[in-house]
């Protein structure tokens, strides 16, 4: 029989033990396309522009450029798919969803021309800007030839022995009842895998569902007309939901009569956290203008709650075999990385802009903690595995007064390290109109996004990765009115 000999078993008991992991602080970290239609036609581009709600969450200064109030909200639709290839064997599936990109409301004060003060003008801002979807769904179906799920379970139990009190009751107990993992006898040490050979094929399906949205507050000044100052405190909130299911069919030996086995697990996660946004935008002249934004670090309080059931379904008077994992709960803190952005816009008369961001982010800096637990090895797992890098934003648009018409491209570069994932960049093709009315204005816009990334049914230092290619389509409106 083929075996794996090492596998990291106390480690890998720990992660079982606790959902958190390198994966979701990449979740956490990972922002995405939201806030208004024009700003996602115009590739999130607006570090040096301003005047538009979704800004808010980006360069604060932005709300400074307001001279009237206003009120938004843009409804979007959202449908993403996946292809996945996974040891030759292709599959894809895919998921649809309608939610809200912002809600908000801008109160503006502008001095007439004839008041003299540097102060020209301030702005205050409230509402909700969407940072992140988490709506997906993965299917990965292949036949492996060289380890199962059960040699994880297994290399627990070996390293635990008799001492089946101890088992992870949300994997290695499961296998136990259910006959997955079994042992010559009662008082014997060592444990087998009901899978004597390799050459199962497995299928993995992941859904999730869920986003992270934040509230934000803002307050920014106009001086002169040539620099622009804004801060905004931001409340981010999470909720996730994942639900996944393993299976694993035996086709090639019927020693102990396994059929299959289903490994399923359901993931909640809640929670909400606090941080704060500091920009300026500058005006040197007419047709230039240069921002810069500072984030703080995002400060989460969550709550997971998981649990875990396993079914094994034997040919020959074995029947069917279930076990259940108890719920679990955990309560932690998740610290996301600070960014820094750079930006610059050429504006022509009335006629049209063209607009650059740059932002900075290093993944490498989250980092979990809690009262109970180090989180050493996890943290390390984040440091060894993510990587600083550069996102670059891009936007341009032609006024054709009362109508615009916009295009943007964004490039979000990898966040893993050389040699961890063959994927991790991200590309979005972005266009949209709008049109301009009397004390109102409407905005659409079409943003296309690809990424590739690897995926790993589990530990990846005993199974080959399955290549994700996804692609996903996000159509927005944006209705405004000025007064």
């Known amino acids: 029989m083929k075996r794996v000999a090492t596998i990291f078993s106390v480690m890998l008991a720990s992660c079982l033990l606790r ?162 993992i079994r042992r010559p006898s009662t008082s014997s040490p060592n444990y087998y895998s009901i899978i004597p050979n390799y050459g199962e094929t497995q299928t993995k399906t992941v859904e999730s569902s869920g986003a992270m949205g934040e509230t934000v507050i803002s307050l920014g ?37 396994l059929d299959h086995f289903t490994y399923s697990s359901s993931l909640t996660t809640r929670g909400s956290g606090f941080n704060f946004k500091f920009g300026m935008i500058m005006k040197p002249v007419e ?78 800096s989250a980092s979990f903690h809690a009262v109970d637990y180090s989180f050493s090895s996890e943290n390390k797992a984040i440091r060894n595995k993510y990587t600083a890098t550069g996102n670059i934003r891009t936007g341009l648009e032609v006024k054709l007064s009362p109508f615009s018409l916009r295009a943007g491209y964004a490039y979000y570069g990898s966040p893993y390290r050389s040699g961890v994932n063959s994927g991790g960049p991200k590309q979005s093709i972005c266009f949209g109109f709008g049109y301009r009315g009397e004390g109102f204005y409407v905005d659409a816009s079409f943003v296309h996004s690809m990424m590739k990334e690897d995926y790993y049914l589990y530990d990846p230092t005993i199974i080959d990765a399955a290549h994700n290619t996804f692609t996903a389509n996000t159509i927005m409106f944006t209705l405004g009115i000025k007064y």
Do not use: C
């Open 287 to 364: 047709w230039l203008r240069i921002g810069a934004a500072f984030h703080s670090p995002s400060y989460f309080r969550l709550t997971d709650q998981y649990s875990n059931s396993m079914t094994a379904v034997y040919n020959y008077q074995g029947g069917t075999y279930t076990s259940d994992s108890p719920n679990g709960s955990y309560d932690y803190n998740l610290t996301t990385p600070m960014r820094a952005i750079g930006s610059m816009a050429f504006i022509y008369k009335n006629l049209g802009l063209l607009s650059v961001d740059y932002e900075y982010v290093d993944y490498s």
């Open 221 to 257: 000044g106009n001086y002169r007309d040539k620099l622009y100052i804004g801060g905004t405190f931001g409340f981010p909130r999470i909720h996730y939901d994942e639900t996944t299911s393993h299976t694993e069919t035996v086709t090639n030996d019927t020693t102990y009569y």
């Open 19 to 180: 959902a958190q992991g390198d994966i979701d602080a990449l979740r956490y970290s990972r922002l995405d396309f939201g806030g208004t239609a024009r700003f996602n036609a115009m590739g999130g581009a607006f570090g040096a522009l301003g005047g538009d709600f979704s800004t808010l969450s980006t360069n604060p200064a932005g709300i400074a450029i307001f001279r009237k109030s206003e009120i938004s909200f843009s409804p979007s639709f959202y449908n993403t798919n996946t292809n996945s290839i996974f040891n030759n064997n292709s599959s894809a599936d895919g998921k649809a969803n309608f939610n809200f990109g912002n809600a908000g409301l801008v109160l503006a004060g502008h001095n007439d021309e004839n008041d003299q003060s540097d102060w020209r003008g301030f702005a205050f801002g409230v509402g909700y800007n969407r940072m992140a979807n988490f709506h997906n769904r993965i299917s990965v179906e292949g036949v492996n030839n060289r380890s199962s799920m059960i040699d994880l379970w297994l290399g627990q139990a070996n390293s635990l022995g008799t001492d089946t009190d101890s088992f992870d009751q949300f994997g290695t107990s499961l296998a136990y009842s259910t006959g997955l």
